[in-house]
């Protein structure tokens, strides 16, 4: 009998994860424009309103099928460009020039949405429930601080599923190969709808001779901060990370790759200007060297795995819950779950204090 593991790759469920995604600074959909959000399969519409909220709505017509981003936005509504058809920020349709009655059924999806560490935020549930209140986006006080740089962020298209993306959770044994940043020591915590990656390692890209340290927290299926303290030039760098993506459909994502930087004291506005655009620059390009794996790599359902590598099964049960009912989540998801991993010969070097 063969010997030999065949990787197996079932087809993709057509659901999208239920929880909020990231749209990028909210400050980019308030130029009194409607954006066209190619994202969960489908199109939407986003724009801001008179009463200076951004409102997004499914993005075709259901009377012809026209493309709503194509339109004008009145007051907080958006006017279809092809019937004149006008709906409001609550989806319902408000405005039928040449018509005596509204049809009872003129009503599209408003979807919810929440701004916070000046990003837009929208939520997603196959179910059409209400975002959960437990897991609303925790604030990052360095956002709104003048200690810190504004938010610098890329926008990529990904040719994979986004799994390929949260896999790098607990995949402990590529930030060798392909970031030449061995980690000393590496955890994973599952809680809820947490999880949380600390490692410390070398990185002399990130970090010179120091340590690289980083906590990368993913709050929900889509969103994730890092802390990250490393060194530039001889010069210690604290910096927060924002890596999050949104499906456009089952075989690719848009991926928002962003990075905070603490200004350095008693240098001058424009020396932590050039500091922060320098380590933004080396933060993004270890991030694009997982893109260049992304873009070449097959799916594995059944990943051969080995007593080095991180709990990659576990981490994969603990994100199924965003593709489950509600009431089918299975409670020992929300029980917390610790892995931790400490390199050979290096415990008596970390001062690491797992929570």
Known sequence: MSQLHRIEAKEIEDRYARGWHCLGLAEDYKDGKAHTLDIFGTKLVAYQGEDKQI???????????????????????????????????????DDIPYAKRIPRKAQIKSWPISEQNNLLFIWNDPENNLPLEEQAIPRVEACFSDDWADWEVANLTIKTNCRELIDNIADKAHFGPVHDAPNKFFSNRFEGHVAEQTMIGNSPRLSGESDLKTVATYYGPAYQITEMTGEMDGMPIHSILLNCHIPIDHDSFQLRYGVL??????????????????????????FFEDVAIWDTKVRVDNPILCDGDGPVYQLRKWYDQFYTDIADVKEEVKDRQYFEYIEQGSEEKLEAEPA
Request: with cysteine; net charge negative; hydrophobic share 30%.
């Open 55 to 93: 409102h997004i709505l499914d993005g075709y017509c259901p009377h012809m099928g026209a493309d709503l981003s194509k339109g004008c936005i009145e007051g907080n509504s958006i006017r279809c460009p092809f019937h004149d058809w006008r709906w409001d920020a609550d989806g319902k349709c």
């Open 261 to 286: 930087v603490q200004k350095v004291p008693g240098l001058s506005d424009e020396q932590n200007r050039e500091i922060a655009q320098g380590y933004i620059q080396l933060a993004q390009e270890a």
